[in-house]
């Protein structure tokens, strides 16, 4: 762990979302910091110029003022930069999503957390980097197939027609009568709600659950020598126990899937590589 000096200067990038989910706080952060540090505040309208901010802080330490999503673009541009090694990161949590920030360590009330930006330590984490350029600095969790592939999707023959439709109401009111006449009594189908996914799961070249096994749930939490993973096969009968691995690989294939990194849910792919990166980037702890 590394002593932050207070004397150093600061980037503080205030996100649009936290300034307008609670601005008192907002102000609050920017006095206990400017009180403490030499500041250069920055106050982005999107995207664009919150990651341009980023790019051109110079020697400046970067600072978000900000929920989870906003901390995690900031990680996870430095991070494709190839820049978040020597970057050590603080965040001061402002606004309604802050449970990644929190399980961090981060304190949560303003005044701590601005404090900690100017007096604390910074301590090297682990996080999850993927075959996308993506990173992962909390929990992983590649949830139950909740809908069939191929459907849940309106068809785009459709869409087109609802759009025609919509610019010609005239045409809706045709429509609307012919589908009147043309009704059939039909049975009700119910949409299948969650179940189990065919997935094959490796750690370090080791196949721990095959295609020929649904899965219930997998997750992935980096940290100590590796990551920790976890497989709960589905149960038939009595529950079965899950499947248990440390592992600095990590390949999830099989049907197309989604995954819940962090906040953020992405998807869905067909396979996807997770690696453990040991002490790969900073963030600035109370002492």
């Known amino acids: 762990m590394t002593e932050v000096a207070a004397s150093d200067q600061l980037l503080v990038v205030i996100d649009p979302v936290a300034r307008r989910h609670d601005g008192e706080s907002v102000r609050i952060a920017k006095d206990v910091l400017s009180a403490g540090a030499t500041v250069k505040l920055c106050l982005p309208d999107g995207p664009e110029e ?8 110079g020697s400046r330490r970067p600072v978000v003022v900000g929920d989870d ?37 981060v304190p949560t009330g303003t ?78 189908v119910s949409t299948p709600g969650p179940g189990p996914s065919r997935l094959r799961v490796e750690v370090d070249g080791v196949t721990l659950v095959d295609l020929d096994q649904p899965v219930e749930a997998v997750s992935v939490t980096p940290g100590g020598s590796g990551a920790r993973v976890e497989v709960r096969p589905a149960s038939v009968g009595a529950e079965a126990a899950p499947l248990e691995a440390v592992a600095r690989i990590i390949t999830v294939s099989g049907a197309h899937f989604r995954y819940r990194a962090d906040a953020v849910v992405s998807g869905p792919v067909r396979t996807r590589t997770w690696t453990v990166r040991e002490g790969a980037w900073g963030l600035t702890l109370p002492g």
């Open 111 to 188: 005044v701590a957390a601005a404090r900690a930006v100017l007096d604390g330590v910074e301590r090297r984490l682990d996080l999850l980097a993927d075959d996308s350029d993506g990173v992962v600095l909390g929990d992983l969790r590649i949830p139950p197939l909740a809908v069939p592939p191929g459907t849940g999707h309106p068809d785009a023959a459709d869409q087109d027609a609802a759009e025609e439709s919509s610019s010609h109401p005239w045409l809706r009111t045709c429509q609307s009568l012919v589908r009147t006449l043309a009704a059939r009594p039909s049975r009700v």
């Open 69 to 105: 999503r906003a901390f995690l673009r900031a990680v996870s541009l430095l991070h494709r930069q190839r820049e978040l090694a020597g970057c050590a990161l603080s965040v001061v949590p402002v606004g309604g999503a802050l449970s990644l920030v929190r399980s961090l360590g």
């Open 50 to 57: 919150f990651a341009r901010a980023l790019i051109r802080r």
